[in-house]
């Protein structure tokens, strides 16, 4: 079993949809959550990062850790087109040391015109 | 340009033959990653670099694999006698030295596409 598990989509919604990513998880010594977001043939860019539990907004997106659960989600509010890639979502422990993060396997989304 | 830069972009390879990728990080990151994003896969940890020093190479998958940095910037990840199976995305990140009061954050080259022939 995977540390991390996330859908693998493709999800394909309507321009102005509101987008729900989500990602579970196994170890609960991870602390930090993150969620990158990757266009074709690019690297991945940071979108959001939240310490433990909590909401965190910042524009059109909405980070959710739920760490009883083990379950984390991305909220994007009127999604556009140009929002169209594979969102990773990536997890690290508070006292390792390194910028180890286990990543998910990605949910590529598609926003139609 | 001011990002990670990584170079080829594309390799093509013959199994069995050694290649090299190279990371250039940007400048003044001291830390420096290498993960490898296999079809459909997240990314896999590879290694981890803080100056010239690898605290932390778990992630290498065999011991084809080994990576250095020299001068605490450029850094090449060698693939020994490579298999199909090393057919992947090879993406290197940098970062500032890590803190345990913030998250550091990362920032991705494009990455090398891999092929084994």
């Known amino acids: 079993q995977k540390e991390v598990e996330q859908d693998p989509g493709p999800l394909s919604v309507p321009e102005g949809a509101i987008v729900s990513l989500n990602c579970t998880y196994s170890?609960?010594?991870?602390?930090?959550f993150m969620w990158y977001r990757q266009y074709s043939r690019k690297g991945p860019e940071l979108l959001m990062y939240t310490y433990s539990s909590g909401n965190k907004e910042d524009g059109r997106f909405t980070a959710q850790v739920d760490k009883s659960s083990k379950y984390i989600s991305l909220f994007i509010r009127d999604s556009q087109p140009s929002d169209s890639a594979t969102y990773l979502c990536?997890?690290?422990?508070?006292?390792?040391?390194?910028?180890?993060?286990?990543f998910g396997s990605g949910t590529r989304l598609l926003v139609r015109p | 340009g001011a990002g990670v830069s990584q170079s080829p972009s594309n390799k093509v390879t013959e199994k069995g033959k050694d290649v090299e990728l190279r990371c250039d990080p940007i400048s003044g990151h001291t830390a420096l990653y290498w993960y490898r994003q296999s079809l459909g896969q997240g990314l896999e940890f590879l290694i981890y670099f803080q100056g010239n020093s690898a605290p932390d190479k778990s992630g290498l998958p065999s011991d084809r694999f080994s990576a250095e940095r020299t001068g605490g910037s450029v850094s090449t990840l060698t693939i020994q006698r490579t298999q199909q199976e090393d057919s992947a995305v090879y993406l290197c990140?940098?970062?500032?030295?890590?803190?345990?009061?913030?998250?550091?954050?990362?920032?991705f080259g494009q990455g090398t596409r891999l092929t084994v022939v």
């Open positions: 990536a997890m690290k422990k508070t006292l390792d040391s390194s910028y180890k993060l286990i």
């Open positions: 990140a940098s970062s500032l030295p890590f803190s345990l009061d913030r998250v550091t954050e990362a920032f």
């Open positions: 170890n609960s010594a991870f602390q930090y």
